[in-house]
């Protein structure tokens, strides 16, 4: 997701991976998952299947972890500030762990080509022997608009040419 933020020095972009629910909404699901599991595992252990309940607290205990994993996956985010001199990207979770300063004028963003039909190429902000990775995160809809935004900022794009396919599948 890409969003426009107010900035007085320039333009600044938030982006972040789509999100479908929040942390709560996530706990909500996993806890009415708990509930039928825990449901269908009395019956089957009332019923003399006794073996099923570790299996369903195994189950409940991977899918609580999936979830978390996924979640915290889905709170990275990326902060790009474009001024009349410089490009800042700033990477985190809930606080910036990684800052990159690069010069308009010499900074480019290399496009490298999707590696099936339907994945979103990749972005590559590169000046000198810097290389950084631009929302990798991103769908193809919102990196399409990332690049379009970008190019209309003066900013120099890079279209790497995919490798030819030798037609092999294995």
Same mark, same amino acid.
């Given at each position: 997701?890409?969003? &426009?933020? =107010?900035?007085?020095?320039?333009?600044?972009?938030?982006?972040?991976? =789509?999100? /479908?629910?929040?942390?709560?909404? #996530?706990?909500? !699901?996993? %806890?009415?998952?708990?509930?039928?599991?825990? !449901?269908?595992?009395?019956?089957?252990?009332?019923?003399?299947?006794?073996?099923?309940?570790?299996?369903?607290? %195994? *189950?409940?205990?991977?899918?609580? $972890?999936?979830?978390?994993?996924?979640?915290?996956?889905?709170?990275?985010?990326?902060? %790009?500030? $474009? =001024? #009349?001199?410089? !490009?800042?990207?700033?990477? +985190?979770?809930?606080?910036?762990? /990684? *800052?990159?300063?690069?010069?308009?004028?010499?900074?480019? @963003?290399?496009? =490298?080509?999707? *590696? &099936?039909?339907?994945?979103?190429?990749?972005?590559? @902000? $590169?000046?000198?022997?810097?290389?950084?990775?631009?929302?990798?995160?991103? #769908?193809? *809809?919102?990196?399409?608009?990332?690049?379009?935004?970008?190019?209309?900022?003066? @900013?120099?794009?890079?279209?790497?040419?995919?490798?030819?396919?030798? +037609? @092999?599948?294995?």
């Amino acid at each position: 997701m890409v969003q &426009h933020l =107010n900035h007085a020095e320039g333009v600044r972009l938030l982006l972040t991976p =789509n999100r /479908s629910l929040s942390w709560r909404g #996530n706990v909500r !699901i996993w %806890l009415c998952v708990v509930a039928v599991t825990l !449901i269908i595992a009395t019956a089957m252990a009332l019923a003399g299947a006794w073996v099923v309940v570790p299996f369903a607290g %195994l *189950e409940l205990l991977a899918l609580a $972890i999936g979830v978390y994993l996924t979640s915290q996956s889905c709170q990275r985010q990326e902060v %790009l500030t $474009i =001024n #009349n001199s410089d !490009i800042r990207l700033e990477k +985190g979770r809930r606080r910036k762990l /990684s *800052e990159w300063t690069l010069p308009v004028r010499y900074a480019r @963003l290399r496009m =490298n080509p999707p *590696e &099936h039909p339907f994945a979103p190429p990749k972005l590559v @902000l $590169i000046h000198r022997d810097v290389h950084v990775s631009l929302g990798s995160f991103l #769908n193809v *809809e919102d990196t399409e608009a990332l690049v379009r935004f970008l190019e209309s900022r003066g @900013l120099t794009i890079e279209r790497k040419q995919p490798e030819p396919d030798p +037609g @092999l599948w294995f």
